[in-house]
């Protein structure tokens, strides 16, 4: 689900609504809360509160959490360390972490995350408030690494 769209077009009480209610009754395994593209534009004017939680949705997990009684919730998106993403799920407002742009420069990073090797991913040096500047880097790793055999992904 993407929280961006139901805030415009509903405002805040949108995730109570019937969109809500019907993706509950259908009888998903998990839902995931992502604004894919948007959420950094959409968020640019994050809170103080959302920088420290790290995560740009979970907010909105919170304000779910109701209505998905019997269904996993995933949030996606802002994740950058360790601490943050364990704060999440222990917090009870999400059941697990979603990954994207940190990924695509370190497809490894959970792996490395759940061994101890490292507790946050690795600073990119890109302005992650540059929307255009982090995806053309990110499409740019992901180009990179598909020209790679998977044994050398695999190391």
């Known amino acids: 689900m993407n929280p961006v769209i139901l805030l415009r077009r509903r405002g805040a009480s949108a995730l109570l609504r019937p969109e809500t209610i019907f993706v509950q009754n259908c009888g998903f395994d998990f839902v995931e809360l992502s604004g894919g593209t948007m959420e950094k534009v959409a968020f640019h004017h994050r809170r103080e509160s959302t920088k420290k939680r790290e995560a740009f949705f979970l907010e909105f997990a919170e304000n779910i959490r109701p209505v998905f009684k019997d269904t996993v919730i995933y949030v996606t998106g802002g994740f950058r360390?360790?601490?943050?993403?364990?704060?999440?799920?222990k917090s009870g407002d999400t059941d697990?972490?979603?990954?994207?742009?940190?990924?695509?420069?370190?497809?490894?990073?959970?792996?490395?995350?759940?061994?101890?090797?490292?507790?946050?991913?690795?600073?990119?040096?890109?302005?992650?408030?540059?929307?255009?500047?982090?995806?053309?880097?990110?499409?740019a790793q992901m180009g990179q690494m598909s020209k790679l055999p998977t044994r050398v992904l695999d190391e």
């Open 81 to 89: 360390t360790a601490t943050g993403m364990v704060n999440a799920v």
């Open 96 to 139: 697990g972490i979603g990954l994207g742009r940190p990924i695509t420069a370190e497809p490894d990073l959970p792996k490395k995350i759940l061994n101890g090797e490292c507790y946050s991913a690795a600073d990119t040096k890109v302005d992650q408030d540059d929307f255009k500047m982090t995806f053309y880097v990110s499409s």
